[in-house]
């Protein structure tokens, strides 16, 4: 059994009156020890939705919100616990990087404060054990002179201070499986692969499991194992990282790897964009969400949801029965016209942009 496990996850809002929204439509990943697990995709794909509903963060009852499937942590069903219990699990067990720094940190209270009481809340240290910790970890993520930063308000940072002193806060509890919504995105590239670095060795040294998630496949070029690559709420393509950038099979991810930007690239050459724009698309039940993007859309695509399959099953027409999801290799993909093996960069010259 995985240290996490989500299966068919659905996240639905709807307030009376208006469309409702499928944010998350039936996504399923696992997470081991140690393990670090990426979720990729453009913006309004879902990836925030599903941590926030992992973390049991989303309004509960009255507010339109609907969330379905299961998340297993450690085998405790998370989405049936009560908010006490999900309260106590996050912080000591399941820690997130929040996307927007701000709003998770206490704006009235010294940087230091929040992170010396997390130091002892969670791993009972006091005085100058705790100040001298969160000192360090401060400098571990890239926050030059530590001790005086530790008396400043989250206010008198910058933006990027706070993302990091966030990530330094959720370090100090060494959970068990970390959530790092986009924790580099507003960060220079300097620093990014320092906190990248820093999350590698987290996960290296006390074998927590990370969720990355990000938009940039470049960032999690050298950092994820899996990668699940998320379109309009449901996974299109699951890999190990390399097989992922040797052999991408579905059209979304080969576009998102042609969008990054790479040391090989011969000077003056353009980054290839995917065409259109993530409001183009299709209601799953009527076809393929990326077709009205899709260069290998073939009628097919269209009339209902192409099922996951792997090399093994092959496309599967709607007509033909869905293969076993469980029986599927690691490597799957929701296509029914995929990209040919070998029509994409290598993954060595791909390993050159790795961070
Ligand atoms: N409270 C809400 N009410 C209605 N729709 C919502 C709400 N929160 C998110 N959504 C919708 O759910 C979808 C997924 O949003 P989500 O925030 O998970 O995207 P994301 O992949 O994290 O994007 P980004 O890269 O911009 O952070 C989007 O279409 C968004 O508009
Ligand atoms: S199913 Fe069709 S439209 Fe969708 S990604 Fe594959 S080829 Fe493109
Ligand atoms: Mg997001």
Not at 154 to 171: E, F, N
Request: glycine share 10%.
């Amino acid at each position: 059994m995985s240290l996490m496990e989500v299966s068919d996850l659905s996240v639905r809002f709807g307030r009376r009156g208006q469309r409702v929204v499928r944010a998350v439509d039936g996504v399923s990943f696992t997470v081991d020890s140690g393990e670090v697990v990426g979720l990729v995709g453009e913006s309004g794909c879902g990836k925030s939705v599903t941590a926030l509903a992992i973390m049991g963060l989303l309004p509960r009852t009255g507010s339109g919100v609907r969330v379905g499937g299961r998340a297993t942590f450690d085998g405790m069903e998370l989405l049936q616990l009560d908010q006490r219990s999900m309260r106590d699990i996050r912080g000591r067990d399941i820690a997130m990087v929040f996307q927007d720094p701000l709003s998770s940190l206490n704006p009235v209270v010294p940087i230091g404060i929040q992170v010396v009481e997390v130091l002892a809340r969670h791993r009972g240290m006091s005085g100058d054990e705790a100040r001298k910790e969160a000192a360090s970890l401060l400098d571990r993520v890239g926050i030059p002179d530590p001790t005086r930063r530790l008396k400043e308000y989250p206010h008198q940072l910058s933006g990027g201070m706070r993302q990091r002193a966030l990530i330094a806060m959720a370090v100090a509890c060494q959970p068990r499986l970390l959530i790092a919504d986009e924790p580099t995105t507003a960060l220079d590239v300097t620093i990014q692969a320092q906190i990248l670095e820093l999350l590698k060795d987290l996960v290296r040294e006390s074998g927590t499991a990370l969720i990355m998630i990000t938009h940039d496949l470049g960032v999690v070029a050298g950092l994820c194992d899996t990668i699940n690559v998320l379109y309009a709420g449901k996974v299109v393509e699951t890999a190990e990282r390399r097989e992922l950038f040797a052999k991408p099979r579905h059209p979304y991810t080969v576009g998102l790897l042609a969008s990054i930007p790479r040391l090989d690239a011969v000077r003056g050459e353009k980054l290839t964009p995917i065409r259109g724009s993530v409001r183009d698309l299709l209601p799953w039940a009527e076809g393929c969400a990326f077709a009205p993007r899709c260069d290998r859309r073939v009628e097919e695509c269209l009339g209902g949801t192409p099922a996951l399959t792997d090399d093994r099953s092959g496309p599967v027409p709607h007509q033909r029965r869905p293969p076993d999801e469980s029986a599927l290799s690691g490597h799957r993909y929701r296509c029914v016209n995929p990209t040919p093996p070998g029509a994409v960069p290598t993954q060595e010259t791909l390993e050159e942009v790795t961070p």
